[in-house]
């Protein structure tokens, strides 16, 4: 049974930070690996998806890597901002099926 | 493109009382979702609809859950009697390609 587990469960910096949020997982059998983010009271926005192919994705201040065969992601935050602070949340695929950890709760201190 | 649609965005009930929610997934999306989210947990898989047919609901709470997407478009997930428990935010998905788009949830409370 995939188990997915992020670390750590909070993490409190001030502004400006280069910030670096971890997630491991037990099946190395994945088609692709998702973060996201979730704003309380809110659904959840992908931010990366990573193929099972790739080794990493970036969009504007966010940089996701893989590593199946160690079960590990990370999602680096350059130049981290107030508006960045949110719950973030790694999913792996497999078999149609997403499992989540149980992410991140990220704030940023003007 | 519009997003994920839920309704309603809150509910509050007594324990024993019947809820409903209803989700209307982005249109071209044939695979729709129902998850549940725990406080402070990711979300977990109630449900899974490749359009009109439910492929995997092997995390469904069957006595007193129920789910049906009659036309392969949107979605309802019912609960009868509701329980304690059962408080949390349900939140529906629908999937292009790889990729996984949310809506925005329902926050159930039951007292």
């Known amino acids: 049974k995939q188990e997915v587990t992020q670390i750590p469960a909070a993490l409190s910096v001030p502004e400006g930070e280069n910030l670096v949020l971890n997630c491991s997982f037990t099946d190395s059998a994945i088609y692709n690996l998702q973060w996201f983010r979730q704003d309380p009271g809110k659904g959840l926005t992908s931010l990366l998806l990573i193929q099972s192919s790739q080794r990493e994705q970036t969009s504007g201040r966010l940089n996701a890597s893989l590593d199946k065969s160690s079960g590990r992601s990370t999602l680096y935050i350059a130049a981290s901002q107030p508006g960045d602070s949110a719950t973030y949340l790694c999913?792996?695929?497999?078999?149609?099926?997403?499992?989540f950890g149980q992410g991140t709760r990220l704030t940023i201190n003007p | 493109e519009a997003g994920v649609v839920q309704s309603p965005r809150y509910k509050i009930i007594e324990k024993k009382q019947p809820v409903a929610f209803w989700c209307n997934p982005i249109s071209g999306h044939n695979t729709l979702y129902w998850y549940r989210q725990n406080l402070g947990q990711g979300p977990e898989l109630l449900i899974r609809?490749?359009?009109?047919?439910?492929?995997?609901d092997s995390q469904l709470p069957k006595d007193r859950f129920s789910a049906e997407r009659l036309k392969g478009v949107d979605s309802t997930l019912k609960i009868q009697p509701a329980e304690l428990g059962d408080s949390a935010v349900y939140l529906c998905?629908?999937?292009?390609?790889?990729?996984?788009?949310f809506g925005p949830g329902t926050r159930l409370t039951v007292l």
């Open positions: 998905a629908s999937r292009r390609w790889d990729e996984q788009f």
């Open positions: 999913a792996v695929q497999g078999a149609q099926k997403l499992v």
């Open positions: 609809y490749e359009n009109e047919e439910a492929v995997d």
